[in-house]
């Protein structure tokens, strides 16, 4: 009993992790870093050359980890020095910049570079990804919305912050939740734990709702041709309206999807006799 009740008390055995920094140059991955670790922010430009790797302890719940960042630089030139630092990762943060919509774009290319460099055997279903949509405090050049950021992410089971390394806002959240996600994973024997993945909405809703707001004109919204009859613009708008009818649907922007595509309906269902 008593060699029981001083197991317990025992402080859980330090972790040590390995976290990466993802996206664009420019974007503000190692002001976010430098934010949370030194309480600072750096206005100037200072491109990170290659590669910057730091270690910090941290404590998070009960638990203290020791961090090992690799702030990786985003400009294509470093391709070469940064591929090697992909492997035994339990953690990214995947940066854009809400003012630039190419960063934003860019996400899927940074997550292809990093399933290239694992290879075959790599599996990024075990990793833990934090996507922060970073400088909201440049509000006037926002190109890209908190749903559109949000249904990315969590469409992939990735976690989503809004940050501003420049004035701190979501930042220590964001850390505290991406470390406390890595935490599960490792105690879940390296899996990512079910319920970090559950995001309450389908890859259908998610799909639909993008492709919603790429489309060109009414037509393409609800997925039919140009010159469709009424029965075939109501069968596709049923469908629509079913998968995304806000009663059901908790996918970030489905409520603007749903009433666009209203909205397409209406205007397709004037002009044909
Ligand atoms: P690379 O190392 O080249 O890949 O870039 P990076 O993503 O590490 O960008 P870095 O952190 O160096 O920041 C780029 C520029 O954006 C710098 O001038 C920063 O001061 C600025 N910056 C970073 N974060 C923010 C932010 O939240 N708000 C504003 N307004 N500026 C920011
Ligand atoms: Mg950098």
């Known amino acids: 009993m008593e060699a029981n009740a001083a ?30 670790c030194e309480k600072r922010f750096v206005p100037k430009y200072l491109a990170t050359i290659g590669i910057d790797y730091g270690v910090t302890k941290v404590q998070i719940r009960d638990r203290e980890i020791k961090v090992n960042i690799f702030d990786m630089a985003g400009h294509p030139f470093f391709y070469e020095v940064r591929n090697e630092f992909y492997k035994d990762t339990q953690g990214v943060i995947l ?31 075990n990793v833990v990804f934090v996507v922060c949509a970073n400088k909201i405090d440049c509000t006037k050049h926002r190109s890209v919305d908190e749903s ?19 004035t701190g806002e979501g930042i220590n959240e964001m850390f505290q939740t991406f470390y406390s996600a890595i935490i599960d994973l490792c105690d879940n024997g390296g899996k990512r734990p079910p319920s970090s993945v559950a995001v309450g ?17 009414s037509w393409d919204m609800l997925g039919v041709k140009p010159g469709a009859t009424r029965d075939e613009v109501n069968k596709a708008y049923r469908k629509l309206a079913v998968l995304l009818h806000p009663d059901k649907c908790v996918a970030p922007g ?20």
């Open 201 to 217: 909405f389908t890859k259908e809703q998610a799909d639909a709702i993008r492709r919603i707001r790429n489309s060109k004109d």
């Open 95 to 125: 940066v854009y910049d809400v003012g630039q919509k190419d960063s934003f774009d860019a996400l899927d290319g940074w997550l292809a570079e990093m399933k290239q460099e694992l290879g075959p055997h790599g599996n990024m279903e």
């Open 254 to 273: 489905s409520e603007d999807a749903f009433k666009a595509v209203v909205n397409a309906r209406t205007a397709l269902l004037k002009n044909i006799k």
């Open 7 to 36: 197991k317990r008390k025992e402080p859980r055995k330090s972790l040590r992790i390995k976290v990466i920094s993802m996206g664009n140059a420019e974007v503000g991955k190692s002001c976010i870093i430098k934010r949370y």
């Open 148 to 166: 559109e950021g949000r249904l990315w992410a969590e469409s992939r089971g990735f976690l989503y912050f809004e940050t501003s390394a420049q």
